[in-house]
């Protein structure tokens, strides 16, 4: 897909092709503006800690508090665009077949038991899906050494639009960004074979609303028969490698809330859940102290001003949150290329998400 970017003029350009820069892309396309998508790491590279899109797990599981009604609108417009159904939602509360069960009844040391139906996003899945809806819709997406800086992405684009920083991780070292409240969390998973598991089940230690915090086991079982089991969150680790201790920690921990991943149809006796591992995933979390970053700063590079708008800093929410990001994303990058007098995007094109 190199080669292109002559193609296109003045460009929005995008740097980073994680689910947060391809839905980012996708949505400026919808709106009608021509999109240059620059990353060095892309969909179907190997499985790599610092591109965290294609580690996790990825459930729709808010953790937005109450009181914050940004990160709440960010997961709701996430959920009524990727959810079959109809619905308004309130979290998670208002989440289809939400129950709140016995407290009377509910196993020694749980104070509380909740059900309900939510979505599982298959990363292997969906980023191939949003790169064929991003190239359906004209927009270029090309292979970039790492960048250095934000300028740098003037070389595949003179003049362009607007460029929207979705780089991740990658916030903490470019040159014009250099955000230091940006690290990784860390996060070990394993991959199952077990088609028999058709129910998620989440188990929170401390307080699930507001944050992150806390320990949390959960089993997310796909549509594919694949079944991650986890987690961990290990601040400012940047170990790459599994390790065998959390392994067998959240294998402990995945029997303890979910045993029946040890019993296959027809099985007598339970089997080891090592002999079902497809796969021992590491990810780096991209975590900001402030949460998201989603607003426009006008960035002199080379000299020159440009639009520089920021989408980044996600933890571990950015597949629950990427659609209202990515609509905030594409209405700042609108607003700001309107108030510099730069014209205004062409048609608008419609395509299913
Ligand atoms: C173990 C684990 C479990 C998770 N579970 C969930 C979950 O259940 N639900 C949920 O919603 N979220 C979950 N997450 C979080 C979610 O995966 C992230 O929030 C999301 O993937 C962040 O996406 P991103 O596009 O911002 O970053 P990334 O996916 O990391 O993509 C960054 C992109 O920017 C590019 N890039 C970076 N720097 C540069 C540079 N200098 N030059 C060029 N390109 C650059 C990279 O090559 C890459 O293409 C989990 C994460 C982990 C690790």
Redesign the pocket.
Known sequence: MSGFAHALPSPVVV????????STGVELLRRGYPVLL?????PGDALS?????????????SFADASDWRQRYFDIKTFERLYRGDLHLRLLEELPDFRIHDATRVPEGIDHVVSFSSM??E?ARYLPHLVRTFASLGGIMQR?????SLA?ARKYAKAPLAIVN??????C??AEVQDKTVHP?????LALRAPWIKTGWTRQVGSLSGGEGGERT?V?PRASGEVII???REVDDWETQPRDATTQDIIRRALEICPSLARPPGSTEPVDLESLITGK??????TRDAGIRLEAEKVALDGKDEIVVH????????????WGCAEEAARIVGEEVRKAGKGQPGVLIRAKL
């Open positions: 740097v980073g092709a994680g689910c947060i820069g391809l620059l990353a060095h790491q892309l800690p610092d591109f965290a899109s294609t580690a996790a797990g990825a459930h729709h599981l599982t996003i990363p970039v050494p790492r960048l250095a740098d979705c780089t991740g991780l990658g916030a070292d470019l969390v860390r996060g070990q998973v959960y997310i986890g987690g961990t995933v590491v990810g780096f979390r991209p989408n980044y800093g996600h933890g571990g929410y950015g597949w629950q949150s990427m």
